[in-house]
């Protein structure tokens, strides 16, 4: 009876923890608020902190791009920093990053914007929605993060 116990205790707990670990699309908007945050109290100095610090969701993670579709710092792919954006499209043909930049400059509050893009450990884009906002003071900065519909 005890052994039936200990198992069942067992699975509950590994229940219990695969429902902490499920992503929520909440916890992309909190990221990119922080991230905002960040940026319009420090600035530029903010960039450090959010390519080393900001994830969610056991490795989700904000990027940030400027308001002419350079971007300013992608945490996971850095080869993309300082490059131009309008070019990169997805499996679909979705250019991703103007439509990233429409959203948020189109909605103050931020929006969703649906795509496919490669998990860090992946190797072929799947389905993912990112939410961006344009973040107040003066860079004009567009702060985002996706989560994959497959976390959800």
Known sequence: MVRILIIISLLVGSINLFAQTKCKKEDAVKAVGDAC???????KTAIDYIKKNLRFCEGNYVWVQDSNLIMVVHPIKPRLDGQPLTDNKDPDGVLLFVEFDKKAKGEAKGGWVDHKWTKPSAEKPTPKTSFVKKCGGQLGWIAGAGVWLEDL
């Open 37 to 43: 945050a960040k940026i319009e109290k420090e600035g």
